[in-house]
């Protein structure tokens, strides 16, 4: 976020930003290119530049983010990567029509993580010589409490009396994370892989659960706070044993840091939250929660089912789960071990249940294509 907040106030670049996935080919650099340039002939030559109409002497910029997630083909090559190598060394491509293209003004900059992460490629160094390298670490412990205890203080100015609650509130987040970090690694399952993306959408949705409550408690706070880490770092383990390890560092770290807070009726189980039977997101409770289901999904039985559903506790989990993921923004979920035809269903009756407000998931990869 901070290189293309850069390139973008820089005069004279336009900016042409590509998501990179196992499956990209060369050809959505020639997309590109055919989107932002133009064909000119210089002499002999056809070179092939950003349009006049983007400014005279403009630079296009093709910002390809986890350039390192293309998988190698069977002779071991990353195609789009040698496609860009190419165009770096030789300054041009072969075009259908035997044509060579000669390319001007035009940059690639990239983005990725460590080749050490899940679905990760290494690159080969062939490309890398063109390339500069910068490292950008993630923030340290005392960075995240400063940038996060800004975000939590804004939060906080909505319920002045609980703003004495801001330190302790970024500082269990902080704290929690950084457990959660240490203790659940990529070595044991690939989507253990923790980033501060993690705290921002946090206080996003601590945020989003409390912007719409008129009075709220310092034990609704707690509850919030709660629900939230429950869905960004329990949801994900895999194991029983890890689940319920999560479980006490949530409530060992809410109790050492909310003082003053009935702590057994702030962490109760269970914590369930939805939007379904209110504009707003707020606190339901599960018999409460699976009549509504009952009453609302017996039109789905009929239009997409042939027999009915039975909401069972950890079906109602997973809808009230598989719901808020898709709610989010940029976030993507990828569920294992669960047959395809049921997560279908369930899909469905959530956006059913949701009166098809929201989007339903078009595509289902295996675990195995959702690393990469």
Request: include cysteine; charged fraction near 25%; aromatic fraction near 10%.
């Amino acid at each position: 976020m901070t290189l293309t907040s850069v390139l973008q106030t820089v005069q004279g670049i336009v900016m042409a930003n590509l998501n990179f996935s196992s499956r990209t080919t060369p050809e959505i650099i020639l997309k590109t290119f055919s989107q932002y340039c133009s064909y000119v002939r210089k002499g002999k030559d056809i070179v092939q530049e950003p349009s006049e109409s983007l400014g005279a002497n403009t630079w296009l910029v093709v910002f390809c983010d986890e350039i390192n997630l293309p998988e190698n083909d069977a002779y071991g090559t990353q195609r789009v990567i040698m496609f860009m190598r190419q165009l770096v060394e030789q300054g041009g491509y072969w075009r259908d029509d035997n044509t060579w293209i000669k390319i001007n003004r035009i940059q690639f900059v990239g983005a990725c993580n460590p080749p050490t992460d899940a679905g990760r490629v290494v690159m080969s160094s062939r490309f890398l010589r063109h390339a500069p390298l910068i490292l950008v670490d993630f923030p340290e412990k005392d960075s995240l409490l400063q940038i996060y205890g800004t975000f939590n203080g804004g939060m906080m100015k909505l319920f002045p009396n609980l703003k004495g609650e801001t330190s302790a509130l970024t500082n269990a987040m902080v704290e929690l994370y950084c457990e959660a970090k240490a203790k659940f690694t990529p070595d044991m399952q690939p989507q253990y892989f923790y980033s501060p993306r993690e705290l921002s959408r946090w206080v996003r949705g601590i945020y989003e659960a409390i912007v719409d409550t008129d009075a709220l408690t310092r034990e609704e706070l707690v509850r919030v706070w709660a629900h939230e880490a429950l869905r960004l770092f329990h949801d994900r383990l895999v194991d029983n044993e890890e689940r319920v390890l999560c479980e006490e560092m949530v409530d060992n770290i809410a109790r050492s840091h909310f003082a003053g807070v009935d702590h057994h009726k702030a962490l109760a189980r269970p914590l369930l939250y939805s939007s379904w039977m209110s504009k707003d997101t707020r606190r339901v409770g599960r018999d409460e929660l699976k009549s509504f289901l009952a009453a609302r999904l017996s039109v789905f039985y009929e239009e997409e089912l042939d027999v009915p559903l039975v909401i069972f506790d950890e079906v109602l989990d997973h809808i009230l789960r598989v719901s808020s993921l898709l709610l989010a923004p940029y976030l993507r979920v990828s569920l294992r071990t669960i047959p395809h035809n049921f997560f279908c269903s369930l899909d469905r009756s959530r956006s059913s249940t949701a009166n098809g407000s929201l989007p339903s998931c078009g595509r289902f990869w295996s675990w195995k294509d959702c690393a990469k």
